[in-house]
Antibody, heavy 119, light 109 residues
């Protein structure tokens, strides 16, 4: 069955960096587009980034552009999110999700990893 | 403030039909598919409706989606206590960003 498992969250100071990982299994990872979506405590969902199956096409939300970098390693069935210059407003649960097709719905989600940015 | 506008709350009694609206613009809902997600308390979101009105396998036919112009709606018929959750609409925008609505908290009275 499809599984997405995020890791790498934790407590980081403002201005710091963190790298999130998402391990995929149960499907041919290299065939699918992937996304990162976050949810601040008690708030709604916010799309963060999208990467195509080959990694050649990448989109970011304006709120993270220039600070976050999404990447993937299809040989390792893994998705990554490098987060730099972190701010308090980046505090959230970060979900990785599989996209059903190009710019399509997110048909499977991981359980999320919590990132807390605080001094 | 989200680009896609949803009512913050909705409610109904068991067996009732409830609808949740989602309003956008010509660059998102008006020209792209709409998706709906259900998030039960303490869990990850789940895809409920894709491409405006399609249900993934396993989603009961009590859930239905529709779209007209720059608005969309999710209808839940035969409301059950287990439907109590947060519901989010979503759509891609022509600016190549993905958008979520602010979410609607559904209470089953």
């Amino acid at each position: 069955q499809v599984q997405l498992v995020e890791s790498g969250g934790g407590l980081v100071k403002p201005g710091g960096s963190l790298r999130l990982s998402c391990a995929a299994s149960g499907f041919t990872f290299s065939d699918y587009y992937m996304s990162w979506i976050r949810q601040a405590p008690g708030k709604g969902l916010e799309w963060v980034s999208y990467i195509s199956d080959s990694g050649a096409t990448i989109y970011y939300a304006d709120s993270v552009k220039g600070r976050f970098t999404v990447s993937r390693d299809n040989a390792k069935n893994s998705l990554y999110l490098q987060m730099n210059s972190l701010r308090a407003e980046d505090t959230a649960i970060y979900f990785c999700a599989r996209d059903a097709s190009i710019r399509d719905g997110h048909d499977f989600w991981g359980q999320g990893t919590l990132v807390t940015v605080s001094s | 403030q989200s680009v896609l506008t949803q009512p913050p709350s909705a409610s109904g009694t068991p067996g009732q039909r409830v609808t949740i609206s989602c309003s956008g613009s010509s660059s998102n809902i008006g020209s792209n598919y709409v998706y709906w997600y259900q998030q039960l308390p303490g869990t990850a979101p789940k895809l409920l409706i894709f491409r405006n009105n399609q249900r993934p396998s396993g989603v009961p036919d009590r859930f239905s989606g529709s779209k007209s112009g720059t608005s969309a709606s999710l209808a839940i018929s035969g409301l059950r206590s287990e439907d109590e959750a947060d519901y989010y609409c979503a759509a891609w925008d022509d600016s190549l960003t993905a958008l979520f609505g602010g979410g609607t908290k559904l209470t089953v009275l």
